[in-house]
């Protein structure tokens, strides 16, 4: 019975702990972000804008993203926070979703354009002859685990 016990709580402990590592890995080596006045004078050639909300129906309590992104003609500009993960990409999307099922259903209509990699601000640099008309919002991404953190329409 002793070894029974001791091998549910051992096991226990080390899932907790691989749980715990996979949370806290990217908030320890996470690159220090940009400064608020890069992302101001970042901020000052955009074309289009918009708001990442925390309450969307795909987002949740692990998987959130609060702030305003910016589109200039060669940049995405994020002014907000995003719940720490590993792998998150922001992708320009053809139409609005708000879950992982919205957005799985275009993904391969959508443009990644890059790494997110902090997650206090960021600023990417969008891929060449990026045409933003083809485009309506944005979304971020956690491609390892293939969750959906937030998203913004900046187009109707």
Not at 43 to 71: C, I, N, V, Y
Not at 102 to 119: H, Y
Request: glycine share 10%; charged share 20%; hydrophobic share 45%.
């Amino acid at each position: 019975m002793k070894k029974i016990l001791l091998l549910i709580t051992h096991a226990g402990a080390l899932i907790v702990g691989v749980a715990l590592g996979i949370y806290m890995l990217p908030i320890l080596v996470e690159p220090e972000g940009p400064a608020a006045e890069a992302i101001t004078a970042s901020q000052s050639g955009a074309l289009f804008s918009t708001e990442f909300k925390r309450d969307l129906k795909g987002s949740d309590f692990l998987h959130w993203g609060e702030g305003r992104l910016t589109l200039s003609a060669s940049q995405a500009v994020f002014d907000g926070e995003l719940s720490p993960g590993p792998d998150y990409y922001l992708y320009l999307v053809p139409k609005f979703v708000e879950d992982e099922a919205g957005f799985l259903e275009i993904k391969s209509q959508s443009l990644q354009v890059g790494s997110v990699k902090t997650f206090g601000g960021f600023i990417l640099d969008l891929p060449p002859n990026t045409d933003l008309q083809q485009y309506s919002a944005a979304v971020v991404w956690c491609e390892r685990f293939g969750e959906f953190i937030s998203a913004g329409q900046f187009r109707n």
